[in-house]
């Protein structure tokens, strides 16, 4: 018996169109178009728009997952090779080196512009992912460190490969394009970010630093 591939073209063919234009702005007649379907198909299958919305996003996060999979990584491999290989993965998830650009932009639409989706989009892909990042910082922090440090450095890191994905015309304005092409390649700023997160991380680590107020811990200005 043959299965109905309808829900699959109509997600297929709803990807871009929400990437390009967000929720509100795409209409679900253009998606039943570019999916060649009825346009009771949407209702019939998800319910809604904004169901359809969702599972678009989702899918947008777990074809992503499938493209630029985390590496395995060998038994006992240091806490450094782990932190280098997440940042490298995470980063090439975000600037979309590989496979269609259309679920980068939507993702990160969704975490500009929050909708409906975006709890289940933390739940299922966000949260997991922010999961294995602390169980990374776990074996580079002191075991008193407490959590929300062990969260904030999560999210410093997080953020720097962000930066890269929201910010690159901007960054390529200020420091041009012949610096960009140079220096600016997916494995050159996962060696920098992880550089500069190990040498952060390393302060934490010094005696007293963890007990020490915030203006201890500065130089004198």
């Not at 679920?103 to 709890?119: G, N």
């Not at 690159?168 to 920098?192: C, N, P, Q, R």
Request: glycine share 4%; aromatic share 8%.
């Amino acid at each position: 018996m043959a299965t109905d591939d309808t829900p699959t073209r109509v997600l297929a063919a709803a990807g871009p169109v929400f990437a390009d234009k967000g929720f509100q702005a795409a209409t679900v007649r253009e998606i039943c178009q570019a999916a060649g379907v009825n346009l009771a198909s949407v209702n019939y299958h998800f319910r809604d728009k904004e169901r359809l919305y969702i599972e678009t996003v989702k899918r947008a996060a777990h074809l992503r997952e499938a493209q630029v999979p985390m590496p395995e990584l060998p038994p006992g491999a240091p806490p450094e090779v782990k932190l280098r290989l997440f940042i490298q993965t995470t980063l090439t998830r975000m600037m979309g080196d590989r496979g269609a650009p259309w679920q980068v932009r939507l993702m990160t639409r969704e975490v500009l512009h929050p909708s409906s989706a975006c709890e289940e989009l933390v739940r299922d892909y966000f949260r997991p992912h922010f999961d294995r990042l602390q169980a990374i910082l776990n074996e580079l922090l002191p075991p008193d460190a407490p959590l929300h440090l062990r969260h904030q450095i999560g999210f410093s890191i997080i953020g720097q490969c962000m930066h890269y994905r929201v910010a690159w015309h901007v960054m390529t304005l200020i420091v041009g394009a012949d610096e960009v092409a140079a220096h600016y390649s997916t494995d050159a700023l996962a060696e920098h970010i992880t550089q500069f997160s190990l040498a952060a991380l390393a302060q934490y680590r010094k005696p007293g630093s963890l007990t020490a107020a915030p203006s201890e811990s500065l130089p004198p200005l």
